[in-house]
């Protein structure tokens, strides 16, 4: 995921990465392509289902269901981090962010 954050165009590195788009693909020769990988790349990060990504695609909901699954198979790490986020909080009922904790340093160290 960190490598395609840092290419210049994270979506079509991520649909490059699910092998939905060949590597010489560009923001112009691909786009379609792009933006329903922006769009799953974005919606899971705020919990989108297939459903509502086929709506906002105008796909299919297998379709949609693609989409998120390539997701989970490309960045296999990040949904290890993600679910375990969720564990965390519903067992502790608490979950910290990187804001909290500098927060925390800057009154600890006054």
């Known amino acids: 995921m960190l490598d395609a954050y840092t290419s210049g165009d994270p979506y079509l590195a991520f649909a490059k990465?699910?092998?939905?788009?060949?590597?010489?693909?560009?923001?112009?020769?691909?786009?379609?392509?792009?933006?329903?990988?922006?769009?799953?790349?974005?919606?899971?990060?705020?919990?989108?289902?297939?459903?509502?990504?086929?709506?906002?695609?105008?796909?299919?909901?297998?379709?949609?269901?693609?989409?998120?699954?390539?997701?989970?198979?490309?960045?296999?790490?990040?949904?290890k981090w993600s679910e375990a986020a969720v564990s965390h909080a519903m067992l502790f009922k608490n979950l910290y962010t990187v804001c909290w904790v500098a927060d925390l340093c800057r009154f600890w160290l006054r």
């Not at 788009?21 to 020769?29: I, L």
């Open 17 to 79: 990465q699910a092998r939905a788009a060949p590597e010489d693909a560009t923001k112009q020769t691909h786009a379609n392509i792009r933006e329903q990988y922006k769009a799953a790349a974005l919606g899971t990060q705020y919990g989108m289902e297939a459903e509502s990504l086929a709506l906002h695609l105008g796909k299919s909901v297998t379709e949609a269901r693609q989409l998120l699954q390539d997701h989970r198979r490309v960045y296999k790490k990040f949904w």
